[in-house]
């Protein structure tokens, strides 16, 4: 038998917040394609469960020179130091590791037993709990996507960057005698979504991937940075005050905030 | 009993043994393992079924962009709904509300069977019955009444008036004998009345977006819904990349707004007066094209019109612009290589004023941008349904001279095809007997989109028969007295035309079964085939087809193939479109209500997280709605912080207040917001549903409820924008 | 053997001493029993499949051996037990004598049933198992993990685990779970042991073995 190794990749996203509208198409792609359920009444953010959720952020300033922003969060899959992602860090089940193949940080729900110590590590609030068994409206499990194991209660699930489409890609690459997959050939189900064509996904290290240049620009920022975190989704956004609120600045620091 | 020793030994020893024993056994290690893993596989947590995975290219249908769809599924499940790569209007791309269609096709919302009403009208109480018997019922209901020489008195109300359906429908009513076929109107209507009015043409309005450079939107969602959705998401992107100039007018800052390079926050309602404030900057400064417009018919009248009354200092009042911001304005846009002025507010999904889509269109007209790269096309219909005439008997032909109920068409409405917002009152206002005596509603769900939801229902409680074909349980459907369900979307072949897409050419798509029908539903073509054969004669006869898809494919004809294949078929038409200006003098509509009594403006405003028309929003999509819109059952109204502290209100975040309307009132929260002028109060558009399940209903409030009709005096349509409001304490 | 007893009479000072060694005895046998015999019957349900198929008689008349059957899709995914329209193609009508394939194609084929197989070596949902990647890009063959299935005239009794719902495969016919063959058992220590062993993807930051997402879903 062959040895299986692949060539190390890092996957990350390189979000456009210029473009992006705020349309929330990538929470319900991924909703859909990850099988996320939902309840009569989602309006408690704290505990409804989107593996992507947008946030809107607005500068501050009055009526008429007030700006907004959206802000997709997925899991940032931080590779923090060598994998040490400060989730994997706490976990006392191994239901959360970190590979280096892929650069991805996996949740493995029947392993998980819902301490929820990677929710309090998580500074990007990408982790969420089922605190309810997940119930579908009779008939409506039909849609439910084989590829994802459907969670139950009690335990923590968050963004796997669609790690399902990459085993499904892999498939198809080995099926053809490949052991490498094309840039197209994986994406996820949010960056298929986005009709603004905002959201771009590959991997970082891959000169030939969209998203090694794009994490270049100049306007390209990563949210919380200094916690040291080292997060795979890169964010551009040619407004200041953007970049400003993607970090945990103190007032007088920094540049100066122009309009 | 006394235990000797030996027995208490014995006893001792048996357990010790049988605890060696059974930690030498498999049985403690096994279970355990089988315990954990049990725990962590829960019987009532669903496993989807693995299978073989196939896509089924499609249209979407749920608005009318018509955008293609590529329809995953497992064995004969659909899991997923994605883009449709290569489709002339979307490439690729999909909407939220698209991504969460199967919510629908597998909802609890769906019409299982044929029901018939056993409760009060409106009460959404039914009993199934049979196909056979419901289709005996309505028609017999439709028979009597021709005989009866009432034929005139059955109205029909279509989502849409393009496609077969909706053209079998009306056909329906024509050989029947009346007259009162209608559709719900929406921007596209007062576009089409533009178009009329400005180059003599029937058309639709066509928008080349992708070739624009300079936009110019009076408050129209480009990214919140307005036109075909996806398509203009992308253009806004390839705007971005491009560095393309978007000017957003809008009294709130929408999305659209927050992304355009400039925000100009004007006096709501005041669009048309601040488009024609453009008009008059460039006709003095000569920024017009002076060989397409000045031998246009009604030129001179037109300047002499603007430039007496439409001078910035005139207009400073009405708009809250200042002169040198619209002086700029019109530089930049008469500047660009091809600026491209849109109107209609939000999604579009109503139509608004006369005066300010005339307006609009009059400033793409001094721009010389009429069917040119980058600007405003005038669309032809694709015309591919060319049936026979039917042959009308007596009855029909006496029923179709009658006149229509709506007012459409007559002297004082020449130029609307239908007046759905003129039925209501047509029927509350009538004697005697209700004017209506039987109403078939295809596609829509007026008792919750029209204005004035109160008035509508009183209106539907007076029909005596009411037949629904919604897939849905939707408001209007509650009000049915027999419901004929209709496949949901996914399930049936139905052709698409992408009427608002908005391209230069017509496309035609055509929507296709993705799974088989999940439950004891007619298509509604089939369904409308039926009737008309049961009625008999020249009604049957004037539908010879055996059933709709024979229908279908018929009318294609030489285009069945080839949309069989791609599902899409652009058509190769277009239309010369003389410009003229108009002589009619339109007036702009203003908010209902007294200034002094009412001190704000209460506007509605389209969310894309919020379907707000004939699809009721879906589980996902409410989930997406953000706290500051609702909470609990709870809508949040926008309110700027300098309005919120006058009198004695002095409001914060998250108070509960009184919302009042000449209309009515209602209970609802603040959202304090620097992104909305001070003295407007926004209302979000797509809660407040009665009927739907619990996903849906009861969350918030209609803002129709809230909100009464303005009827435009020169369309006839319903262009209401908003309303004057006023704000009191309210007791929790 | 009888010096122990002795000593232990002393010390008990009565014949209890004895009593308690029989009882103890007796202790450790029953539960030896209930744990080695009588748990493993309760613990299976055992369910017949509902056609018997003679692989031994089918490998004989396709070309491509297993594959001919159970073959892979254009997508890479595995198509797992045929379903009723590979079968057809033969066995529109009775070909044989055998009373199954009469059962086969009267129940089934004629009422356009598919039939509903117990499949010995399912994995639990949380698993993502690729059968390409172990067989295409492995170069592994069927036998390594189903044992000799394919020459099998009839298919053995499924037994089902009543608490977990898994296939008694699954754990091995080995109660205690011990294993001579590679295809005794399909656990997750069986697949890491194999994947250590080989190095496949050792990228795991919590063990320095396989990542949890090789296998998991």
């Given at each position: ?19 992006c ?27 409804s469960?989107?593996?992507?959720r ?8 009055s ?153 270049k ?7 919380l ?6 997060p795979k989704?890169?964010?551009?956004s ?22 | ?70 329809v ?60 056979d ?43 029947y ?7 719900v ?26 070739n ?42 929408s ?85 491209l ?32 790269a ?107 007295d ?17 009427y ?41 006869a ?26 899409f ?36 405003y ?127 | ?99 199954d ?17 117990l ?60 294993k ?38």
């Amino acid at each position: 038998m062959n040895k299986q190794h692949n060539k190390a990749k890092k996957f990350g996203m390189v979000i456009d917040l210029d473009k992006c509208t705020g349309c929330g198409a990538c929470m319900v792609a991924c909703m859909a394609e990850n099988n996320v359920p939902f309840k009569a009444d989602e309006t408690n953010k704290l505990d409804s469960i989107t593996w992507l959720r947008v946030y809107k952020l607005t500068n501050g300033k009055s009526f008429p020179n007030a700006d907004f922003c959206y802000l997709p969060r997925p899991c940032m899959h931080c590779e923090g130091s060598h994998g040490h992602s400060p989730c994997v860090s706490v976990c006392p089940a191994t239901a959360t590791d970190y590979s280096h193949e892929t650069g991805i940080v996996s949740q493995i729900y029947t392993r998980c037993f819902g301490c929820r110590y990677c929710m309090a590590a998580c500074p990007y609030h990408a982790r969420y709990f089922n605190w309810w068994d997940p119930v579908w409206p009779e008939g409506m499990e039909k849609y439910l996507n084989p590829n994802v194991s459907v969670r139950m209660r009690g335990i923590v699930e968050k963004c796997s960057f669609c790690y399902h489409r990459y085993q499904l890609a892999m498939e198809k690459a080995y099926y053809e005698g490949r052991r490498e997959i094309e840039e197209q050939e994986y994406q996820t189900a949010c960056t298929q979504a986005c009709p603004a064509g905002a959201i771009v996904f590959g991997d970082l290290d891959n000169p030939e991937h969209a998203v090694h240049e794009l994490k270049k620009n100049p306007n390209a920022f990563r949210l919380l940075e200094r916690l040291g975190t080292n997060p795979k989704v890169y964010y551009i956004s040619s407004r200041e005050w953007v970049r400003q609120a993607g970090d945990n600045y103190l007032r007088q620091e920094g540049k100066s905030e122009k309009n | 009993m006394k235990v000797s020793r030996r027995t208490f030994l014995s006893i001792g020893s048996f357990i010790v043994g049988g605890a060696a024993g059974t930690a030498l056994s498999p049985l403690p290690w096994k279970l355990t393992d089988d315990l954990s893993i049990w725990t962590q596989n829960w019987p009532w947590t669903p496993m989807p079924e693995r299978g073989e995975v196939s896509y089924v290219n499609s249209v979407c249908t749920l608005c009318p962009g018509g955008c293609g769809i590529s329809v995953r599924k497992v064995n004969d499940r659909a899991v997923k709904i994605e883009g449709m790569k290569g489709h002339p209007v979307n490439d690729g791309g999909i909407c939220i509300l698209g991504l969460s269609g199967l919510q629908l096709l597998y909802g609890p919302t769906r019409i299982k069977t044929p029901l018939k009403r056993v409760g009060e009208k409106g009460q959404g109480k039914f009993k199934k019955i049979s196909w056979d018997e419901a289709l005996k019922e309505v028609a017999e209901k439709l028979g009597t009444l021709r005989s009866e020489g009432k034929s005139h008195t059955v109205a029909c109300v279509s989502g849409s008036a393009c496609g077969t359906v909706p053209q079998l429908l009306k056909r329906l009513l024509t050989v029947y004998g009346s007259p009162n076929f209608m559709s719900v109107p929406t921007m596209q209507d007062a576009y089409a009345v533009t178009l009329k009015l400005m180059h003599g043409v029937d058309a639709c309005p066509g928008f080349d977006v992708e070739n624009a450079d300079f936009i110019l939107s009076f408050g129209s969602g480009i990214i919140e819904g307005w036109g075909s959705t996806v398509r203009m998401f992308k253009a806004n992107s390839a705007w971005q990349d491009k560095k393309i100039k978007v000017v957003q007018i809008e009294s709130r800052m929408s999305n659209t707004a927050a992304k355009a390079a400039k925000w100009i926050p004007a006096r709501p309602g005041s669009e048309g007066v601040l488009a024609l404030g453009i008009a008059y900057m460039m006709l003095r400064d000569g920024l017009y094209k002076k060989e397409v417009c000045d031998s246009a018919a009604g030129f001179e009248d037109f300047r002499k019109t603007v430039s007496e009354n439409y001078a910035p200092e005139n207009i400073a009042a009405a708009t809250g612009i200042e002169k040198e911001t619209i002086e700029s304005l019109a530089k930049e846009f008469a500047g660009a290589a091809s600026p491209l002025a849109i109107c209609g507010r939000g999604q579009g999904h109503t139509p608004g004023s006369q005066y300010e889509f005339m307006a609009v269109h009059a400033l793409n007209a001094l721009a010389g941008n009429i069917n040119k790269a980058g600007g405003v096309f005038t669309v032809p219909d694709p015309k591919y349904i060319a049936w026979a005439e039917p042959e009308l008997d007596e009855t029909a032909q006496k029923g179709m001279s009658s006149p229509r109920i709506d007012g459409a068409g007559s002297e004082t409405y020449p130029h609307a095809k239908s007046l759905l917002n003129r039925l209501p009152p047509a029927i509350l206002s009538a004697q005697g007997e209700c004017p209506v005596q039987a109403l078939l509603i295809s596609e829509a769900n007026p008792c919750y989109t029209l204005s004035d939801t109160q008035t509508v229902k009183k209106a539907f409680a007076k029909i005596p028969f009411v037949v629904s074909f919604s897939s849905y349980m939707d408001e209007t459907a509650q009000y049915a007295d027999i419901i004929l369900p209709n496949h949901a979307y996914l399930e049936r072949l139905e052709d698409a035309p992408a009427y608002a897409a908005g391209l230069s050419k017509p496309v035609i798509g055509l929507s296709k079964p993705v799974v088989t029908p999940q439950f004891d539903t007619k298509h509604t073509g089939d369904a409308v085939i039926a009737l008309a054969k049961a009625l008999g004669d020249k009604v049957a006869a004037a539908f010879p087809w055996e059933s709709y898809a024979a229908c279908l494919e018929e009318t294609l004809g030489d285009k069945w193939k080839s949309l069989n294949e791609k599902c899409f078929a652009v058509v190769e038409e277009s239309i010369e479109a003389p410009l003229q200006f108009f002589k009619q003098e339109c007036k702009p509509v203003f908010a209902e209500g007294d200034e002094k009594q009412y001190p704000f403006v209460l506007m509605p405003y389209d969310s894309i997280r919020l379907a707000n028309g004939f699809i009721g929003n879906t589980p996902f999509l409410t989930k997406t709605v953000p706290d500051t819109v609702l909470r609990k059952n709870d809508i949040f109204v926008e309110i700027n912080p300098k309005s919120a502290g006058g009198d004695s209100l002095s409001l914060r975040e998250g108070s509960a207040v009184m919302l009042t309307t000449p209309k009515g009132s209602a209970k609802v929260r603040v959202h304090l917001s620097e992104e909305i002028m001070p003295g407007v109060i926004a209302i979000p558009r797509g809660l407040g549903h009665t009927a739907y399940d619990k996903y849906l209903a009861g969350k918030g409030i209609n803002c129709n409820e809230l909100i009464g009709p303005a009827e435009d005096s020169g369309s006839g349509f319903d262009a209401v924008w908003g309303i004057r409001a006023k704000l009191s304490s309210v007791s929790i | 053997m009888s010096k122990p007893v002795d000593h232990k009479k002393e010390v008990l000072g009565d014949g209890s001493g004895g009593f308690a060694i029989l009882f103890f005895l007796l202790g450790l046998v029953a539960s030896l029993i209930v744990g080695w015999v009588v748990y493993p019957k309760l613990l299976y349900s055992q369910k017949n499949q509902p056609v018997d198929f003679n692989h031994a008689l089918h490998i004989d008349l396709v070309d491509e051996g297993c594959e001919s059957c159970h073959f892979f899709r254009e997508d890479g995914t595995y198509s797992g037990v045929p379903k009723l329209a590979q079968c057809i193609g033969c066995h529109e009508e009775v070909q044989g004598e055998t009373k199954d394939e009469a059962i086969f194609v009267e129940q089934y084929v004629k009422q356009g049933r598919e039939v509903p197989w117990l499949i010995y070596a399912k994995q639990p949902d949380c698993v993502f198992f690729s059968h390409v990647a172990h067989v295409k890009a492995g170069g592994m063959d069927c036998v390594t993990c189903h044992g000799h299935i394919g020459e099998s005239a009839s298919l053995k009794v499924y037994e089902e685990n009543r608490i977990t719902g898994y296939s008694r495969d699954i754990w091995g016919k080995n109660i205690s779970g011990l294993k001579t063959n590679t295809w005794d058992r399909m656990k997750m220590d069986d697949c890491s042991e194999c994947h250590e062993e080989k190095g496949v993807n050792a990228t795991s930051v919590q063990t320095g073995k396989g990542a949890c997402f090789v296998c998991h879903k």
